[in-house]
């Protein structure tokens, strides 16, 4: 059954250091989405993209952080300066033409020290 | 503003029992809603979507309804097993009409079922 999938797993950096999350969402979806889970706390939407453009995004997602579908398969979540409370779970989902579900990815744990 | 709220941070079951969930929302009537299911360190899995023109949906030990007068979704797990022990979400999208909608989730209920 396909899959998204979500490189590295775990990711430890420096604060101020930027990181690059990376995502393969499953091969026919049009939809991407990445949250973060804060240990202990909600699940918490980041930014939704759609068609090669940002569609949607929270008040989480400020300057610091970017997207990026570069080469059709790969979708990436850039911190440039990284703060201690960026670290979290960061998930990535995709969704098919539809549009409804979302298959969520197995994260990737970021810790900033 | 949107607010979703699941009945308790925590469940515990006999093993056999039926486990149910309650999920309410406030400030919107969302066109459909979906349960997940999220095991320690991982990402949520989807497991039922039911839309505000079913009453119930089934799959397998699984039962979904939604109740759009009471703003409610119960979700049910019959004859649970050990193996059902996890986090239970209820992700309704952000409103009407948007299939490219973020996903809000409560903050899920822990099931715990023991033998």
């Known amino acids: 059954e396909p899959e998204v999938t979500q490189t590295p797993s775990h990711q430890v950096t420096q604060m101020g250091q930027e990181v690059i999350l990376r995502c393969v969402p499953i091969?026919?979806?049009?939809?991407f989405y990445w949250y973060r889970q804060i240990l202990g706390q909600k699940v918490e939407f980041l930014v939704s993209?759609?068609?090669?453009?940002?569609?949607?995004k929270s008040e989480i997602f400020d300057d610091q952080f970017s997207v990026e579908r570069p080469d059709g398969s790969n979708f990436t979540l850039k911190i440039r300066s990284t703060k201690l409370e960026d670290s979290a779970m960061y998930f990535c989902?995709?969704?098919?033409?539809?549009?409804?579900?979302?298959?969520f990815g197995p994260g990737t744990r970021l810790l900033v020290l | 503003s949107q607010k979703i709220e699941q009945n308790s941070e925590a469940l515990n079951i006999q093993e056999g029992k039926t486990a149910t969930l309650t999920c309410n929302y406030t400030n919107y009537s969302p066109a459909y809603l979906q349960w997940y299911r999220q095991d320690p360190g991982r990402g949520p899995v989807f497991l039922l979507l039911i839309r505000e023109n079913e009453k119930e949906k089934r799959k397998e030990r699984l039962k979904v309804t939604f109740d759009t007068t009471l703003k409610q979704s119960l979700f049910h797990i019959t004859a649970s097993q050990p193996a059902d022990s996890a986090t239970y979400l209820c992700?309704?999208?952000?409103?009407?009409?948007?299939?490219?909608?973020?996903?809000?989730f409560g903050r899920g209920t822990q099931l715990t079922v023991w033998p």
């Open positions: 091969s026919n979806h049009l939809y």
């Open positions: 989902a995709s969704a098919d033409r539809g549009g409804e579900t979302q298959y």
């Open positions: 992700a309704p999208p952000r409103g009407r009409g948007s299939t490219l909608g973020r996903l809000y």
């Open positions: 993209f759609y068609n090669n453009e940002i569609s949607e």
